[in-house]
């Protein structure tokens, strides 16, 4: 019954790789988001979907693609991994409540390029 | 350019004690506060969050401070227990941007017993 699921949690992989994290959401929100958390704890905004629709792109490296096939799901494709890109990544989902827009998280994937 | 700065880095509080982080922004278009706690292998998780027409909002041991004109809010802990122990983060979004969350740096707050 978990509200927004990752897979997988942790992922160890060599430079140069693709991979890809998946994200499921069972709160029939509206729009679904990852945010990317590096080393030092900094969280910050990557990708947003609205209704299946790329709405936020925050100049990141084209080799990052999102998917969303539906509401429900946002998966997030990397291509040619780099050092760089090791991190914990977080997928949430947003909807409006209370006049206030409430996001809830994932447990993360930790991303490991060796 | 850090839009949300946050302060402390990191706090040590004793058990019983009030626990005070403060943010300030630079966007005023801003229109939504959230604070967020996040344990060790954990997402963040929302605890708490205000608009800018009002001041003060209090839920539980939980009260967020927000000062419209100085561009600034804080998130009082009061009687603070071991189980806060975790990294708090405030946060900054508007709407006509799809409530992307831009977050300050994180406090790593330590409840001593």
């Known amino acids: 019954d978990t509200a927004v699921s990752q897979t997988p949690k942790y992922l160890v992989t060599q430079m140069g790789n693709d991979k890809s994290i998946k994200c499921e959401q069972n709160l029939g929100h509206d729009t679904m988001y990852w945010y990317k958390q590096d080393s030092k704890k900094f969280l910050k905004i990557m990708f947003s979907?609205?209704?299946?629709?790329?709405?936020i792109n925050e100049t990141v490296p084209n080799r990052f693609s999102p998917k969303s096939p539906d509401k429900a799901h946002l998966n997030l494709h990397i291509n040619s991994l780099e050092l760089g890109d090791s991190a914990v990544y977080f997928c949430a989902s947003s909807h409006e409540g209370g006049g206030l827009r409430r996001h809830t998280f994932g447990s993360g994937t930790r991303l490991t390029v060796v | 350019q850090q839009q949300v700065k946050q302060s402390p880095q990191s706090l040590i509080v004793q058990k019983g004690g009030i626990s005070i982080i403060n943010c300030a922004y630079e966007n005023t278009a801003f229109d939504y506060f959230p604070w967020y706690q996040q344990f060790p292998g954990k997402g963040p998780a929302l605890l708490i969050a205000i608009r800018p027409d009002v001041s003060e909002k209090k839920e539980g041991r939980f009260t967020i401070s927000f000062n419209k004109s100085a561009k600034q809010f804080s998130l009082h802990i009061m009687d603070s227990q071991p189980g806060d122990s975790a990294t708090y983060f405030c946060a900054a979004s508007r709407e006509d941007s799809s409530y992307k969350l831009i977050f300050g740096s994180g406090t790593r707050l330590l409840v001593r017993p």
């Open positions: 979907y609205n209704n299946k629709e790329l709405i």
